[in-house]
Structures are given as structure tokens and as C-alpha cells.
């Protein structure tokens, strides 16, 4: 096998580590989990890799450079060890288990809460909207800690203004 291949090879895990981690953030963890910096970090490595090309392709005995697969290893153990305890999908049992009803998911499923635990990588909370003794609530869920934090709707709080902004016409360029 010679070096091009080799680093054709890195290159393809690389992109497949990065994208299998935005869609299991965007998908599984509603994009409360903010994997920015490991995207960067694997962008990064691959943009060295195609600007040294020529020189890593020079070479007599091809083989596999040790700094791939450890950035590939050092990358999923930090999204493995800071990723959300639980998926947004489990985040609705929880709620219900709280007592909520006709749970459903609004368009952005997740956004800051003021007053739950968050962390760097987990910034956000997954948002949802519900019931509770007739009442209708956004519910937001600390994907760390379970802790639910809940702003009735209609009551002129911090979601319904960013609602309202997100549908008024003004907030869309026009």
C-alpha cells in the first residue's frame, strides 16, 4: 500500500468520525451538545494533511501516521465522556414521568435555560412543550441532571418574546 492511499485512508476516517458526530448530536442529542471544537479540531487535521501532501507522499516505507488515529481515539473519548446523559427522545419519559401531558416538540428542540446546570460542550436544554393540570407549559430538561425548568405559556416570559421574534416577518430580513 503506498503513502497516498494511506492518506486518502485518514482523510475518509476522519470525515467519518466528524460526520457520524454532528448527526449524533443534531439527531439524537437535538443540538444541545455543541461539538464544535472536536469538528474543528478533525477539519483542521485534514486541511494539514492535503496542504503536507507532497512532502507526506515522498516518502519509502508508507505507513500510517500515529497522530491520526490518536486525534480520531482523543476526539470520540470526549464526545463519549461529555455527551448528554440521556437523548431527547428519553427527555420526554422523563417529563411524563413528572406529571406533564401531550408532550410535544417545538421546532427548536433545544436553547439555553437560564437556570438549569449546563456545561460547555452541553450549553443547552432540550426544549418541549406540555400540559399540566390544563395548563400549557415550555419545559426545559437539563440534559446533565434531569432538572426541569418550566415557563407557562402566554405569560410574556423570555420564550414566548423569542418565539414571537423568530415568526415576526421583521426578524427574518425582509
Not at 500510517?64 to 464526545?79: E, G, H, K, N, Q
Request: proline share 3%; aromatic share 12%; net charge negative.
Amino acid at each position: 500500500m503506498n503513502q497516498e492511499i494511506i492518506l486518502i485512508l485518514e482523510i475518509t476516517l476522519c470525515i467519518f468520525v466528524k460526520t457520524g458526530m454532528y448527526l449524533i448530536s443534531h439527531f439524537i442529542y437535538a443540538d444541545a451538545f455543541h461539538i464544535r471544537f472536536l469538528q474543528i479540531l478533525l477539519t483542521n487535521w485534514i486541511v494539514i494533511t492535503l496542504i503536507d501532501w507532497k512532502r507526506e507522499i515522498n516518502t519509502d516505507h508508507p505507513k500510517l501516521r500515529w497522530s491520526t488515529p490518536l486525534l480520531i481515539a482523543i476526539t470520540i473519548v470526549i464526545f463519549v465522556v461529555y455527551k448528554p446523559n440521556f437523548s431527547y427522545t428519553q427527555g420526554k419519559d422523563i417529563i411524563a414521568e413528572e406529571g406533564y401531558t401531550n408532550i410535544y416538540e417545538l421546532q427548536d428542540k433545544s436553547i439555553i435555560a437560564l437556570r438549569l446546570k449546563h456545561t460547555r460542550l452541553v450549553p443547552d436544554a432540550y426544549l418541549y412543550a406540555g400540559e399540566k393540570d390544563n395548563v400549557k407549559y415550555y419545559i426545559l430538561l437539563s440534559p446533565i441532571n434531569r432538572e426541569i425548568e418550566t415557563e407557562r405559556m402566554g405569560d410574556g416570559n423570555y420564550l414566548d418574546k423569542y418565539f414571537e421574534m423568530k415568526e415576526s416577518p421583521n426578524s427574518r430580513g425582509n
